[in-house]
């Protein structure tokens, strides 16, 4: 999966990478005895917190492989491919699974495919139930590295699983000339063909043993003809959509742009579609349209006050994943966001590190741990476990939304949210 993730990787840089995996899992009480494999594992966030701190080794053999590794690591966790850090919410239980990858950037399609055909493979082996898996612009991933070993091994392995495999792909060039498409064509009982460019038609002849009347239909086939290939039989056929089939599968721009002019949504959903990112689970309400209040609580989202860093009180629309408070969360989006008005090198975690992390100008790590459960007792206890994992830390402080919280700074340097925007400047000079 590394591999995938990151590229080819040094001796040096897998050794680093396989001790840190180790204690990332062991942190979250994940050993090799089975019985503690049911519990949560870790997200590519933990383990990025344990490759950090050996990034400030005075010694080059730690420190340039384990920054080589955090820069790889980086765009899963803070970047644009972000959201791979986190457990999934798919019901992979489910009957009918549809993974559409369309969307997803072309630097993390290889990462994505690796996992799907993981998961795929995986599944397969437990159960010899009927099962149809659908790989939709096959190519992509015949033509690549490792991700067409996986193809090539679910090819060599789905009948023996009761897997029914079908691979769909306009190239049929990458098919014939890798070696996973070898594979499909030697294990693939039925071949459909349809027209084919003048450039490639002879290796597919030559691939296929088409004569010349057969080579002549693919060369000349029309929209929705086909040359089907079964068994020993070779038949030209004659696909028709119905309307209704043809209305859900074209793709053709034309008739794509008059299906979004009809009337099947309010005009004013599709403007809020495009004004702001549905994806966030943090929204001011004041920047919000009374349309698009609605859409967000369509899908699960809900108000909130609270007080904001300049102590004034203000609604929020949220949608809490967490296992924290609304008033937890909220805090932790406000305080994300001050930082950001200084460093892009702020982190926000919902594991048992410190809240919200982030790096000063000079390469110091700095924790913040929010406190804003309603019972006393229970802050106590908090701040109490988290003191251990905030001394880890170059430096650290704890934010708390009760008063009575400021006194008790046994525990370390204790802030109350309004003071949180000079706290944060000062490190920054």
């Given at each position: ?28 009480g994940?050993?090799?005895?089975p ?37 790889r ?23 009918f ?33 009927r ?11 015949l033509?690549a ?23 769909l792909t306009?190239d ?47 060369r000349r ?13 070779r ?56 349309e ?8 699960g ?27 937890h ?43 804003a ?15 251990e994992?905030?001394k ?27 003071n ?10």
């Open positions: 999966f590394f591999r995938v993730l990151m590229g080819e990787l040094t001796e040096t840089q897998r050794a680093i990478l396989d001790d840190c995996i180790d204690s990332t899992y062991e942190d979250a994940i050993t090799r005895d019985r503690t494999w049911a519990k949560k594992p870790p997200i590519l966030e933990d383990l990025y917190d344990h490759v950090l701190p050996l990034t400030r080794s005075d010694k080059d053999i730690i420190y340039k492989p384990a920054m080589s590794i955090i820069t690591l980086k765009p899963f966790v803070t970047g644009g491919l972000r959201f791979l850090n986190q457990h999934t919410k798919i019901d992979l239980d489910n009957r699974i549809s993974f559409d990858i369309r969307d997803i950037p072309d630097v993390g399609k290889g990462t994505i495919m690796f996992l799907l055909l993981e998961y795929i493979y995986n599944r397969m082996k437990k159960s010899r139930k099962r149809i898996c659908v790989v939709d612009e096959a190519w992509t991933v033509s590295g490792t991700e067409g070993e996986y193809i090539f091994r679910l090819i060599k392995t789905c009948r023996k699983f009761n897997l029914s495999l079908i691979l306009q049929v060039e990458d098919v014939i000339t890798s070696r996973a498409g070898r594979a499909v064509m030697a294990n693939t009982a039925t071949k459909l063909l349809l027209k084919q460019d003048t450039t490639v038609i002879d290796n597919i002849i030559d691939r296929f043993h088409l004569n010349e009347a057969e080579a002549e239909f693919v086939a029309g929209v929705g003809s086909a040359l089907l290939i079964a068994e020993n039989s038949i030209p056929i004659y696909i028709q959509a119905s309307p209704e089939e043809h209305r859900i599968i074209t793709t053709k721009p034309g008739e794509l742009t008059e299906l979004v002019r009809e009337p099947t949504a309010p005009e004013v959903e599709k403007e809020v579609k495009l004004k702001f990112d549905i994806s966030k689970p943090f929204h001011r309400e004041a920047q919000l349209t009374y698009e209040m609605q859409t967000l609580i369509k899908v989202f809900h108000e909130f006050k609270a007080e904001t860093l300049e102590g004034v009180h203000e609604m929020f629309m949220i949608k809490n994943e967490t296992n924290e408070t609304d008033e969360f909220v805090l932790q989006q406000l305080i994300r966001d001050e930082v950001k008005k200084y460093t892009d090198r702020v982190l926000v975690h919902y594991t048992t590190l410190p809240d919200i992390t982030f790096e000063t100008p000079n390469g110091e790590i700095i924790a913040i741990e929010i406190i459960d309603p019972d006393i007792g229970t802050c106590l206890d908090k701040m109490e476990k988290k003191k994992i905030l880890r830390y170059n430096s650290y402080f704890f934010v708390v939304a009760n008063q009575e919280l400021k006194k008790h700074e046994e525990f370390g340097e204790v802030v109350m949210r309004t949180v925007p000079t706290k944060i400047r000062n490190f920054f000079g």
